[in-house]
């Protein structure tokens, strides 16, 4: 009954318009002060005990990175390292869209920043090219949702702050279902791209593509920087963070000299108030997971879930369309906070891998930011394609449908995301 009551009104304030971590904040204080007698000195110490984990430093740190790229012209030099090499294909220009973001998400940690990045350079250029609008939208806006996907991740970072899971197993194990995924969004970007016979480039030469792979060198080498160290041992995924925002920052300011100094104070703004929000919703999560537990809830599922013969594929399969129905009200990291603490002991029970199902939310939260109502990708390309959700919704389509097979692979296959950390003894 207390389940019932807990998310019938977290879903009325989400209903109302309300903010997710106000929505969460309010649900919790109400339930603590009128349903449940839990001592609020104990809320307190889970609140400070909750947030105080080390790797959610890696979230700002990731942030910050991201931002300066953005801003440091790290993602046109990537673009036209794509070109370069796959532009002659059909749907040239289309393809290098999903490599540069492929790329980018290894170095950016999040989609939307990926899709402004890559969009807003490459999108005047197709269409310059004679793409259609829509075909350059489509590609853009689900190729970006391998920056959470592609490691390294704020979206996976969270999960193992919600799960006490690996950050950097998780990170070793985005890898293959990240390149795999770009692989399948690129093969329905050629297959289309061959259908309507879309323009392609001239093939460049050797020395063109050497010129533009060194060009982007200094952006590509922060991957090695990043997953090198993880794997070395060399840092943790919190370190290889702050190395990457003091990395990014070297390259914008000295090397590439696309930012100003006098740029940092705003990019330390931005990446400050998104920190920020990603931390606030944290805080109310982390209380809102508090009082799950302390309720049973989770447990209770678990028991009952078990007691009805629910085994390993009708319980993912649940979990697949619970996580794809709430992608369309809320945002990833939203998604990850509220649904791993009810669901993690459930798939621990029934001895599914908790890097393996961290990777399957992942996925689903991709798919999630591509689809309406509240898919984030959407809103972002929408802003630079100028185009309505609706239309966007039917240009994204095709790539979609690829998505969700996609997403049953990963789900009934584990061993697509735990042969990489396996192989480097990380599990």
């Not at 509240?374 to 449908?401: F, H, Q």
Request: charged share 10%; aromatic share 10%.
């Amino acid at each position: 009954m207390n389940a019932l009551v807990i998310f019938v009104l977290l879903a009325l304030l989400m209903l109302t318009g309300m903010p997710i971590s106000i929505s969460l904040g309010l649900t919790v204080l109400t339930f603590l002060f009128t349903m449940t007698h839990v001592p609020l000195e104990s809320v307190a110490l889970k609140l400070f005990t909750g947030i105080e984990k080390f790797e959610i430093m890696a979230i700002p740190f990731f942030i910050l990175a991201g931002n300066f790229l953005t801003h440091g012209g790290v993602a046109k030099r990537m673009i036209r390292f794509a070109i370069s090499m796959v532009g002659h294909w059909h749907g040239g220009l289309g393809l290098a869209g999903v490599m540069a973001c492929a790329l980018f998400a290894a170095i950016s940690g999040s989609s939307p920043a990926t899709v402004i990045a890559i969009g807003s350079i490459l999108l005047p250029a197709m269409l310059k090219a004679g793409f259609p609008n829509r075909f350059g939208a489509g590609v853009i806006t689900t190729s970006g949702a391998l920056g959470i996907l592609i490691p390294p991740s704020i979206v996976m970072v969270m999960y193992a702050v919600a799960t006490s899971t690996s950050v950097g197993a998780l990170f070793m194990a985005g890898v293959v279902p990240g390149l795999a995924l770009a692989v399948v969004l690129g093969g329905v970007t050629w297959f289309r791209a061959r259908k309507f016979n879309y323009p392609r480039q001239p093939k460049a030469s050797w020395g063109e593509r050497w010129t533009a792979f060194r060009q982007s060198v200094w952006g590509l080498f922060l991957i090695v920087v990043v997953m090198g160290g993880i794997y070395s041992g060399i840092f943790t995924p919190t370190e290889a963070a702050a190395m990457a925002a003091v990395y990014a920052f070297v390259v914008a300011i000295f090397i590439y000299k696309d930012m100003r100094l006098k740029d940092v104070p705003k990019v330390l703004l931005n990446s400050a108030n998104m920190s920020a929000m990603l931390l606030y919703i944290i805080t109310n999560a982390v209380l809102f997971s508090f009082i799950m537990t302390n309720e049973n809830i989770p447990q209770a599922l678990a028991d009952w879930m078990l007691g009805n013969g629910l085994g390993i594929i009708s319980f993912l399969l649940v979990v697949n369309i619970i996580l794809l129905l709430a992608g369309n009200f809320m945002e990833a990291s939203s998604i990850v906070l509220i649904f791993a603490p009810i669901m993690f002991p459930v798939a621990m029970k029934l001895g599914i891998d908790p890097v393996h199902f961290g990777i399957l939310m992942v996925v689903n939260m991709e798919i999630g930011m591509c689809h309406p109502p509240v898919g984030l990708n959407l809103y972002v390309a929408s802003g630079i394609t100028r185009m309505g959700i609706t239309e966007l919704t039917v240009a994204v389509w095709p790539w979609l449908l690829a998505m969700l097979g996609f997403l049953m692979v990963v789900t009934y296959w584990p061993e697509l995301s735990l042969w990489l950390p396996r192989r480097l003894g990380m599990l």
